[in-house]
């Protein structure tokens, strides 16, 4: 059985960093990629990033390049996503999610996490 279990989340001022984690268990070998979505009140889940698992290919939302990272640790089986320069409208609980799929990049997820709340204050 394959669980993903989110941390680091937490309040920070605009302008501020937070590093996410997710860490990987039981079966992860059918995550072929490894992704970041969040959710504000009102709103879809939106996709943020992602990252192969064997390879350095990684995707973003536009509205994070250039401020957000996603990254990997095979040995540790994490995924990470540093988060800098922080706005209000980043506030939203933050899933980690697995793909068992050969394609790149993913157009759907078959693992998530239970999330990690993100509030950004002005």
């Known amino acids: 059985q394959v669980q993903l279990a989110e941390s680091g989340g937490g309040l920070v001022q605009a302008g501020g960093s937070l590093r996410l984690s997710c860490a990987a268990s039981?079966?992860?070998?059918?995550?072929?990629?490894m992704g970041w979505f969040r959710q504000s009140p009102g709103k879809e889940r939106e996709f943020v990033a992602t990252?192969?698992?064997?390879?350095?290919?990684?995707r973003y939302a536009d509205s994070v390049k250039g401020r957000f990272t996603i990254s990997r640790d095979r040995v540790k089986n994490t995924v990470d996503l540093q988060m800098n320069s922080l706005k209000p409208e980043d506030t939203a609980v933050y899933y980690c999610?697995?793909?068992?799929?050969?394609?790149?990049?993913?157009?759907?997820?078959?693992?998530w996490g239970q999330g990690t709340q993100v509030t950004v204050s002005s």
């Open positions: 990252i192969r698992r064997y390879f350095d290919d990684t």
């Open positions: 999610a697995g793909a068992a799929t050969l394609n790149w990049p993913p157009n759907s997820y078959d693992y």
């Open positions: 039981g079966g992860t070998n059918r995550n072929l990629a």
